[in-house]
């Protein structure tokens, strides 16, 4: 587990701004930020049934990040700006960490449309210069927010979705089940909001780290299924990150959470023989 970091798995957590919310959607009409938050929530509630806040509105409390080596291997897994979890030094220690493991490769599910835009409106709130990031002066295809370049950032949505041809009805939670992995276990990302207005900041940490770790293992059977990791090889360093997770676990509640709800995939083998058994 000492390759260098050639990935980086992270999953972001928000909270609204509601100040933000209440000078840019109800300039006129002298709204606490809780007041403008909570309209706006209810507004979203009526029109789309969920009150998932867009990426303009939020700043991120919870940023989980599993460095993972050229082998696939996990090297670790951490929360940034652990324990004060500040929206700046959490933007500002994301950003300068790309740069430090010298610019691996973001692995993220659903990053394009939520995640990276968060990361980037939340560099652009706090002043943060990234020319490398942004490097707009190269061809389209080499630029690194380029969708297509899985160089810089693979969408797991966008590779299993085939880009949006089809729509993947399940999420992150789905392919994690499929692969005997926990999923959601009692919290979603919809219940963020209420969790910090109720000072549980540490609770969303460690369900940033379940999300993260699922989609760690999401990505590991993705490299089986585009043919860059034979399957026993990907069961292999399955059985290693549950072995570095239970050696962990004392230290960690996110890592125990997830060790009690673990499950072991079955191939179709496998599966046929218990059925007629």
């Not at 998932?52 to 090297?75: E, H, N, Q, W, Y």
């Not at 890592?255 to 995939?265: I, S």
Request: glycine share 6%; hydrophobic share 40%.
């Amino acid at each position: 587990m000492s390759s260098p970091v050639s990935f980086l798995v992270f999953d972001v957590e928000t909270v609204g701004d509601g100040d933000l919310i209440a000078r840019v959607r109800y300039p006129n009409e002298e709204l606490t930020s809780a007041e403008a938050l909570r309209r706006h929530r209810d507004e979203l509630i009526e029109q789309t049934g969920k009150d998932v806040l867009p990426p303009t509105f939020v700043v991120p409390i919870s940023v989980a990040v599993a460095k993972v080596g050229r082998d696939f291997r996990l090297i670790d897994l951490v929360t940034l700006d652990e324990p004060e979890f500040r929206a700046s030094a959490i933007t500002h220690d994301f950003w300068k960490g790309w740069e430090a493991y010298r610019r691996p490769t973001f692995v993220t599910f659903n990053g394009r449309g939520y995640d990276l835009p968060v990361m980037e409106f939340a560099a652009y709130r706090y002043g943060l210069s990234l020319p490398a990031w942004f490097n707009v002066d190269g061809r389209s295809f080499e630029q690194r927010r380029n969708r297509y370049n899985n160089a810089a950032h693979i969408d797991l949505m966008d590779l299993l979705s085939n880009f949006g041809a089809v729509r993947l009805t399940g999420g992150l939670n789905l392919f994690a089940n499929l692969i005997g992995k926990p999923g959601k276990t009692g919290i979603d990302g919809s219940q963020v909001q209420d969790m910090y207005d109720a000072g549980k900041v540490a609770e969303i940490n460690d369900y940033c780290r379940c999300d993260v770790l699922d989609s760690y293992f999401v990505f590991l059977r993705s490299r089986v299924l585009t043919g860059q990791l034979p399957l026993e090889d990907e069961q292999k360093i399955v059985d290693k990150t549950h072995a570095w997770l239970d050696e962990r676990k004392d230290d960690s509640a996110a890592f125990r959470h997830y060790l009690e709800h673990w499950g072991d995939w079955k191939s179709r083998s496998d599966a046929s023989a218990s059925d007629s058994s």
